[in-house]
């Protein structure tokens, strides 16, 4: 399993973007996908997932107004970000998973694509 992130830039706060994380790998639909955060200076954290089947979960701090999605027929993957805020800063990375388990925790992720960087201005 490959993964590729794209779609990072920036922004002013209460803008919004749109990630995009495109994976391979015959069985990539079968896997969960995440994404996670690494602000400078930080631990790298969880945002969002959507499972196999579709079920999304979110970090408190971005529930309301991220999205995750998945496109299983172009094997993509998407975080769209609405009212962006400065503390959203970070550099974003895509993950997969065979598994559902622990999914808040970044050692449950075994595959991890590159970071693309997320920068709101105030």
């Known amino acids: 399993v490959q993964l590729q992130a794209s779609g990072g830039g920036l922004v002013q706060a209460g803008g919004s973007l749109t990630l995009s994380c495109a994976a391979s790998?015959?069985?990539?639909?079968?896997?969960?996908i995440g994404w996670f955060r690494q602000a400078p200076g930080k631990e790298r954290e969880f945002v969002a997932r959507?499972?196999?089947?579709?079920?999304?979960s979110y970090a408190d701090s971005v529930k309301g107004r991220f999205t995750i999605s998945r496109d299983n027929a172009k094997k993509t993957h998407y975080l769209q970000m609405n009212n962006l805020k400065p503390e959203d800063t970070a550099v974003y990375y895509c993950?997969?998973?065979?598994?559902?388990?622990?999914?808040?925790?970044?050692?449950?992720?075994?595959?991890w694509g590159q970071g693309t960087l997320v920068t709101v201005s105030s």
């Open positions: 790998g015959r069985t990539i639909n079968n896997y969960n």
């Open positions: 959507i499972s196999s089947s579709g079920s999304t």
């Open positions: 993950a997969g998973q065979s598994t559902g388990v622990r999914f808040q925790e970044k050692s449950a992720w075994g595959y």
